[in-house]
């Protein structure tokens, strides 16, 4: 996981110097997801990311994630490094999204690994987009049943940009 997180950030910082400073820090926003659940369970989502916006609607962008559970005795913890793009389509609102995922799952039953495993996830999303924030519905095209912590390939989208 190191080594992923240091590969992100030579390539982040050198995208970042490569370009005239100025100009490329207007056309940056950052933001990411965030989630809790309480109930039977509690669930915990983290998603720091950035983008950078082009002038035809579309934005590129790279983030972190975190994902914590908790069932009973049963813990799971799942980290991830994504790459993101996303289409505002003019004027109606609609935000069109593709997102991969290297995700890191551990899980732990009584403080005993049972589950430990990293897989990819390919996501397109649907979702509504107004002003900085975006919500919707995204789909993993790579879900396998047998891999995933998820219990569905289907997962919401909740994006907050500045």
Known sequence: ???????????????????????????????????????????MLIAPSAVYDFENGFSLGAGLNYQHSENGSVNTNVYGISAISLYDVPVVGIQLSGEFEQL???????????????????????GYSQGRASFGIRYDVLYDKTKSVFASPFSPIFRFYF
């Open 1 to 43: 996981m190191k080594k992923i997180i240091l590969l992100f950030a030579f390539t982040f910082s050198t995208a970042i110097f490569s370009q005239q400073q100025s100009d490329f820090w207007k056309h940056v926003r950052f933001g990411g997801g965030f989630g809790m659940n309480f109930g039977s369970s509690f669930n």
């Open 104 to 126: 890191f799952a551990n899980q732990k039953n009584a403080g005993i690994t049972v589950y430990r495993n990293n897989y990819p996830a390919l996501y397109f999303g649907l």
